[in-house]
């Protein structure tokens, strides 16, 4: 089945610093969903984006599906941004979602 | 608004009492999932429908079932918790598109 790899697996960084996270996948997808799990454990859909690049404020994301990689940016990282981020990807034909083991962010004030 | 309601958030059973999760979506959504999270692990597939198809996957445990009556509908059912079976229990959805979580029920198990 498909793997999707994240990095890094922890990630500290003073408020108002910049981040870059990293989702690689071993085939190809038709989908691709980045998530912020808070505090409560509630998984919050932040993009979905099978190629191309979007922008949300102080974050945005590029997958570029050809080489199999997906990039999740931070701008100006408050401390509600601290928790995990997970990629997930998925088929069209296979309806199974695949999640990396995602990045825990620690954003200190 | 919710799309993806999950109940109850949090759910206390005893060891070996059966105790059933819920799971409802205004979405109209095919496909419905259900998830097991342990703590500083990534989602864990458990089962999914397509419609009325249930996928299994293959290392879910026999201690597990789940119903879908309908389109909106979809149930975790856990004949005998163990306390290994303690655990972040998620559901979410999709359509043609993105999917969505609910925001879980958290089991404990005692």
């Known amino acids: 089945g498909i793997q999707v790899e994240q990095s890094p697996p922890d990630l500290i960084l003073q408020e108002g610093a910049n981040s870059t996270l990293r989702c690689n996948f071993s085939?190809?997808?038709?989908?691709l969903q980045w998530f912020h799990q808070n505090p409560w454990g509630q998984l919050i859909n932040l993009f979905y984006?099978?190629?191309g690049t979007k922008q949300n404020g102080r974050l945005s994301a590029t997958t570029v599906a050809t080489e199999r990689y997906s990039l999740l940016y931070i701008s100006s990282s408050q401390t509600t941004d601290s928790g995990v981020y997970f990629c997930?990807?998925?088929?069209?034909?296979?309806?199974?979602?695949?999640f990396g083991k995602g990045t825990r962010l620690h954003i200190l004030p | 608004d919710a799309m993806v309601i999950q109940n109850p958030r949090y759910q206390v059973t005893q060891f070996g009492k059966p105790v059933t999760l819920s799971c409802s979506q205004t979405?109209?959504?095919?496909?419905m999932y259900w998830y097991q999270q342990k703590s500083s692990q990534a989602p864990k597939l458990l089962f999914h429908?397509?419609?009325?198809?249930?996928?299994n996957e293959a290392d879910t445990p026999d201690n597990f079932q789940s119903r879908r009556p309908n389109t909106s509908f979809c149930f975790l059912d856990i004949r005998s918790p163990g306390l290994g079976d303690a655990a972040m229990y998620l559901c979410?959805?999709?359509?043609?598109?993105?999917?969505?979580f609910g925001q879980g029920t958290r089991l404990t198990v005692v």
């Open positions: 979410a959805t999709r359509g043609y598109t993105e999917a969505f």
């Open positions: 085939d190809s997808v038709n989908n």
């Open positions: 984006i099978p190629s």
């Open positions: 997930a990807v998925f088929y069209i034909g296979d309806d199974k979602i695949i």
């Open positions: 979405l109209n959504h095919n496909v």
């Open positions: 429908y397509y419609d009325k198809d249930f996928n």
